[in-house]
């Protein structure tokens, strides 16, 4: 069974559970008493979408439970937020990345710990979809990411250069190519957050022609954009199996969602969350999630695409089609969802 119909089958499987659950209950508040309870947070980097989300989610603990002592900061970057994870020092951030290639990537970097333990975290809520984007100029003449293999299109790309370096390096090698054969072919690859206005900048002047990331959308950096642009689609069937192992669902890019989409873009997605280092108290999380939905207006104004992600039948799905991808919700988020309703 393929992935988009193993992802239908959830999908159906999850609509029968809503379809016969009772009406929802009112949750029952576990014991969260303010004694002790000490959370930050961390968002990747100032004025970051992340960054307005984390803040939030701050702003609504600290408005269910005063007597808690709420930190909301800016890691800094990648890295640095890989550097906290590892002291103990992020008590919930969100899910900027695929976990199983966060593994790849970071693993071979700190060769003196167990990266995988010393990173873990367990997932409390679905925040943002993020949709793969592959974007090419059009003096380029790229119609899909098969032509850059078939061409040996000597590109210039923008993107990150870690996780979403290896992102692109798996659909080279789809195509039967990497990210090193294609330098060898003589494409180039600059770091840089291709729908940051540094990375749109780079693609007007010609200084890159490709860009490449993994995100919310629309990017506000493009909506601007008057020059010759393409969203190339993630379509091939088989590809899209591919990354499916990595934990990515079918999805489309609709027409108008940037000036230059004049119809709709198949690609793939996969889920931004808000997550938690597995030793955080059952109690602490359910008094999180209790936080968010009580004051759910305050996240959705500071990112109105979340409104979408946390609707009753949301969550449902975002908890059934984790385990497709090795992931686990904290169980104290579970038990407020059940408390709700919402699952079984």
Sequence with gaps: MNLRARHLCVLAVVAALLCGCSAPRAAE????????????????????????????????????????QVTSMAAGGEARLIEKRMAGEADLYFSNSLRSLELEVFTPLHPGIDFGQATAYRLVMPSSPAYVQLFARGDTRLATPADI?????????????????????????????????????GARYETMISVGQEGVEALQSGRTNMGFTCGPVPAAALMGVTFDLRLLPLSDPGLVDMLGEFGCVPAT?????????????ATVMSTESLVARPGLPDNVIYGVCEAVFNHLDVLVAAHAPTAGMLTPEAIAGAVAIAGQSGLQYHPGALAYYRDRGWIP
Aim: charged share 20%.
């Design 29 to 68: 508040p576990q014991e969260t008493s303010s004694a002790g309870v000490s959370l930050t947070l961390f968002g990747i980097g100032a004025g970051s979408t992340m960054q307005l989300k984390a803040n939030a989610v701050a702003e609504a603990i600290r408005l269910e439970h005063p007597g808690w």
């Design 149 to 185: 293999v078939e061409r040996r299109y000597p590109f210039v790309m923008g993107s990150g250069a870690g996780i979403t370096r290896q992102l692109f390096d798996r659909i080279l090698r789809y195509y039967g190519a990497s990210v090193a054969e294609s330098e060898a072919w």
């Design 253 to 265: 890019i609709r027409a108008g969602t940037f000036p230059f989409v004049t119809a709709d873009v």
